[in-house]
C-alpha cells in the first residue's frame, strides 16, 4: 500500500490561493467518500491555514494522480507550484508535524489537533489511514504532554488571563470588572470567561454600549463613575478605553484595595494612551500590565514555542519511523500468508500421501504426528517471516518480491486479500 | 553500613539540587530532580531505619542525630506534593538545604549508630519526634513563603518569561503556606505538652520553641495575607533554624 499527500499551506500558497481549496467540515468528508468510492483510502484536511487530501493505494502513481486531481478540480485549475506531494514516510512525518502543531504559524497552537480529529472521522479510512491518523493524533497529545509546546500565551488576551491565572490559579468564581465597551476589552474578557472567570461589570463612559457588551457577556452595565466602589470587589479589572487620561487613579485603588482585606488586584491596561495611572503597580497586593508588557510575555513565549518545538520534532519524528515500519511489514502481509498457506498445503498433501502408512495409526497418534508436523513448518517459517519484516522496516520494499520468488509463491496472493474500506 | 547509606542519599539529594536549577531553564531535567527526591528519601529512610535497629535507645537525641531526622520530614513532607511538576520551583529551595543539613548531620556524627543514646521514654520520643515534625512543616511553609516572595516580585516587575516556569499561582502558595502552618501548630503543642509532662525545664531550646510557637500561633489568629504572611513565615523559620543550636547550648551546659 502506498501514501500519497498532496496538498497547499501558509507556507507555499497565499490567502487568495488557499481559499480556491479551502472546505468546511462536511464538504472536506464529502471528497473524502467521493475519493473512497473510487477504491481509495481517503482523508481530506482543510482549515484556514491548509488543505490537504491523504490518499492510499496499491500504486503510488495512482494515488498521487487521485490526489492531485481532485485538488485541481476543486481548484479548477492546477494549483502548480502551491502544491506539495509527498509520499509514505515524509506524508506521515508531515501530518504528525501538523497535529503536533509544529507546521502551524503559532507553534503548537491547540486547534489544530481538534481538525485532524474531524478530518479523520469524517475521512473515508481503511487499515492505513486509519492507523496514520491514529498515529497523528497521539504524536500531537504526545508532543503537546512532554514538551512545553502549547503551554504558553501567544495573543495578548491569552497572555492577559494566564497571567491573572498566574495570581488566583484556577480562575472560576473571580469576578472580572471591563472598563471600556471596545473590541479588545471583549476579546481579554472572552479570554477570562473561558478560564472560568465571570464579568461582574462592564464600565463604559457611553452607557448604552456598556450595556450592549454586558448583554453579550452575561454581566451588567456600570456608570463610571461607580468604578471606584467595585474595584473593592473585583479580581481582574481589563480596561480599554479611547480616553486621553487615567480613567483609573492610583487615588481610586488605594481606597479600593483599603477595603480588600490584603486580597490581590490584576490590572489589564489595553489602552493606548494608557487608562491606569502606573503608580498603581507599586501598591501592596496590585499586579499592572499594559500592552507592552504583555505583548513582551507573548514575545517570550513564542520563543520558548520555537525551542521546545526543537524536542517536539524529535518525538513526532519517532512517531513517524514507527509508522513507516509499520506500513512495509504491511506490504509484506500478502506474501506472508502466501508463504504460510504454501507451506501448509505442502504439509497437508505430504501428510495425504503417507496415509497409507500411517493407516495403522491411532486417532490419539494421528493428533501428535499432525502437531508435529505443523510445529516444523512453524518453526521453519518463524525466522524468515521476523527477519524479512525487520529488513522491510529498515530498508523499505523489495522483501514481498523476494519472498514470493524464493519459495515460488502466486504471484496473485497479494490480490487474495482486498482492501476493507470503513464502513464498507 | 551507615556510610553506605549515607553518602548515597546526599548524592541523591545533591543530583535533586542540580537538577531543579537546571529544570529551571531545561524543563526535562525535572523528572530527574523528582527521582532524585524519591530515591534520597528512600535511601535515608534505609539509614534511619539502621539507626534505629542498631542503636540502643532514641539514636536521635543529639543536634546531629536531630538534624538527620530533621532533614527526612522536610524531604517526606516535600514529597507529600512537591513532585507535582508545578512545584519543581520549590524543590530548588527545599533540596539544596536538604542536601547542606544532611551534610552537617554526618559531620556531627548524626548518621552513625555509635554512641551512647540518651532518650529512651515514651514521652521524650514523642516530644522529640513530633516538635521535629512541626519544625520540618515550618520549614517547607518558610520554602513556599520564600517562593511567594519571589514570584511576587516577578510578577510585580513584569518579567516576560515568568509563566515559562511554570510556578505555583500566589493564592495557592499562599493557602497552603497557610495550611502547613495550621497542620504544623498542633503538632508543636503536642511535642511540647509531651516533654513539659516529662518534666522538661525551661532551656534554651524550650525557649526557642516557646518563641516558634508564639509566633506561629500569632499567625493563625490574625492571617496576614499576602507579602507579610510570607515574611511571617520567613521570620518564623529563622527562629526555627536557631533551635538546634539551643539543643547544642543544652547539651554543653
Redesign the interface.
Same mark, same amino acid.
Given at each position: 500500500m502506498k501514501l500519497a499527500l498532496v496538498g497547499t499551506s501558509h507556507k507555499l500558497a497565499p490567502v487568495e490561493v488557499r481559499e480556491r481549496v479551502a472546505l468546511d467540515g462536511p464538504a472536506a468528508s464529502a471528497l473524502a467518500h467521493e475519493l473512497g468510492a473510487e477504491g481509495f483510502e481517503a482523508v481530506c484536511l482543510s482549515t484556514c491555514n491548509r488543505t490537504e487530501l491523504y490518499v492510499v493505494a496499491p500504486d503510488g502513481d495512482d494515488a498521487r494522480e487521485a490526489a492531485s486531481g481532485a485538488l485541481a478540480r476543486l481548484a479548477d485549475g492546477d494549483l502548480g507550484s502551491h502544491l506539495y506531494r509527498l509520499t509514505d514516510e515524509a506524508a506521515a512525518l508531515h501530518l504528525f508535524r501538523v497535529a503536533a502543531g509544529l507546521d502551524s504559524m503559532v507553534p503548537g497552537e491547540g486547534e489544530i489537533l481538534g481538525q485532524v480529529r474531524a478530518a479523520y472521522e469524517g475521512g473515508a479510512c481503511g487499515p492505513v489511514l486509519d492507523k496514520l491518523f491514529r498515529g497523528a493524533l497521539h504524536a500531537g497529545r504526545k508532543a503537546r504532554t512532554e514538551?512545553?509546546i502549547g503551554?504558553?500565551?501567544a495573543s495578548v488576551s491569552a497572555?492577559a488571563a494566564?497571567?491573572a491565572?498566574?495570581?488566583?490559579?484556577e480562575l472560576d468564581g473571580r469576578r472580572v470588572l471591563i472598563v471600556g465597551a471596545g473590541e479588545v476589552g471583549e476579546l481579554a474578557a472572552r479570554n477570562l470567561v473561558s478560564r472560568g472567570a465571570e464579568i461582574a461589570f462592564v464600565a463604559n463612559r457611553t452607557p448604552d454600549r456598556a450595556a450592549a457588551l454586558a448583554a453579550r457577556l452575561g454581566s451588567e452595565p456600570l456608570p463610571l463613575e461607580r468604578l471606584e466602589d467595585e474595584l473593592a470587589d473585583a479580581d481582574v479589572v481589563v480596561s480599554s478605553t479611547s480616553a486621553p487620561g487615567f480613567v483609573i487613579t492610583r487615588k481610586q485603588v488605594e481606597v479600593g484595595i483599603g477595603r480588600r482585606?490584603?486580597?490581590?488586584l490584576f490590572l489589564i491596561d489595553l489602552a493606548v494612551p494608557r487608562d491606569v495611572e502606573p503608580s498603581v503597580?507599586d501598591l501592596?497586593?496590585c499586579?499592572l500590565?499594559d500592552i507592552d508588557?504583555l505583548e513582551?510575555?507573548v514575545?517570550?513565549?513564542l520563543a520558548?514555542r520555537r525551542r521546545e518545538a526543537e524536542?517536539a520534532e524529535t518525538i513526532v519524528a519517532a512517531e513517524a519511523v514507527g509508522f513507516r515500519d509499520w506500513l512495509a511489514s504491511l506490504d509484506l502481509v500478502p506474501a506472508i500468508t502466501s508463504l504460510r498457506e504454501h507451506a501448509e498445503a505442502i504439509r497437508t498433501a505430504e501428510l495425504a500421501k503417507a496415509e497409507g502408512r500411517l493407516g495403522g495409526l491411532s486417532e490419539s497418534e494421528r493428533r501428535t504426528v499432525e502437531s508435529l508436523t505443523s510445529q516444523i513448518v512453524n518453526k521453519l517459517l518463524h525466522a524468515p517471516i521476523v527477519r524479512a519484516k525487520e529488513a522491510a522496516a529498515r530498508e523499505g520494499v523489495g522483501y514481498a518480491d523476494a519472498l514470493r520468488h524464493l519459495f515460488g509463491l502466486d504471484e496473485d496472493g497479494r490480490d487474495a486479500h482486498p482492501r476493507r474500506l470503513s464502513g464498507q | 553500613m551507615a556510610e553506605l547509606l549515607f553518602w548515597p542519599a546526599v548524592l541523591a539529594y545533591s543530583e535533586a539540587a542540580v537538577a531543579y536549577a537546571g529544570n529551571v531553564r531545561y524543563?526535562?531535567l525535572g523528572r530527574l530532580a523528582t527521582w532524585g527526591v524519591r530515591i534520597g528519601w528512600l535511601v535515608q529512610t534505609a539509614l534511619l531505619g539502621w539507626q534505629a535497629i542498631r542503636a540502643d535507645g532514641f539514636p536521635w537525641d543529639t543536634w546531629a542525630g536531630s538534624l538527620n531526622l530533621f532533614v527526612w520530614l522536610v524531604v517526606g513532607g516535600y514529597l507529600v506534593w512537591g513532585c507535582k511538576p508545578r512545584y519543581r520551583l520549590l524543590g530548588l529551595t527545599v533540596m539544596p538545604f536538604a542536601a547542606i543539613l544532611l551534610l552537617a548531620s554526618y559531620v556531627g556524627g548524626g548518621t552513625s549508630t555509635a554512641g551512647t543514646h540518651h532518650l529512651s521514654t515514651a514521652f521524650l520520643v514523642l516530644h522529640v519526634g513530633l516538635v521535629l515534625a512541626a519544625f520540618a512543616a515550618l520549614t517547607l511553609a518558610a520554602a513556599l513563603g520564600g517562593l511567594y516572595l519571589w514570584?511576587e516580585r516577578a510578577?510585580?516587575l @513584569?518579567r516576560?518569561?515568568?509563566?515559562?516556569l511554570?510556578?505555583?499561582?500566589?493564592?495557592?502558595l499562599e493557602t497552603l503556606g497557610l495550611r502547613t502552618v495550621a497542620v504544623a501548630l498542633p503538632l508543636l503543642t503536642l511535642g511540647m505538652i509531651a516533654g513539659f509532662v516529662h518534666g522538661a525545664s525551661l532551656d534554651p531550646q524550650i525557649v526557642v520553641t516557646l518563641l516558634v510557637w508564639a509566633l506561629y500561633a500569632a499567625f493563625l489568629v490574625v492571617r496576614? @495575607?499576602? @507579602?507579610?504572611a510570607a515574611y511571617l513565615q520567613l521570620a518564623g523559620f529563622l527562629l526555627v533554624l536557631t533551635a538546634p543550636l539551643g539543643l547544642l547550648a543544652t547539651h554543653l551546659s
Open positions: 514538551t512545553a503551554e504558553s500565551p497572555a494566564a497571567l491565572q498566574q495570581v488566583f490559579g482585606r490584603g486580597a490581590p503597580a501592596e497586593g499586579f500590565y508588557d513582551a510575555v514575545a517570550e513565549s520558548g524536542r | 524543563p526535562a514570584e510578577l510585580k @513584569r516576560p518569561g515568568l509563566l515559562r511554570r510556578a505555583p499561582s500566589l493564592l495557592t496576614p @495575607r499576602g @507579602r507579610r
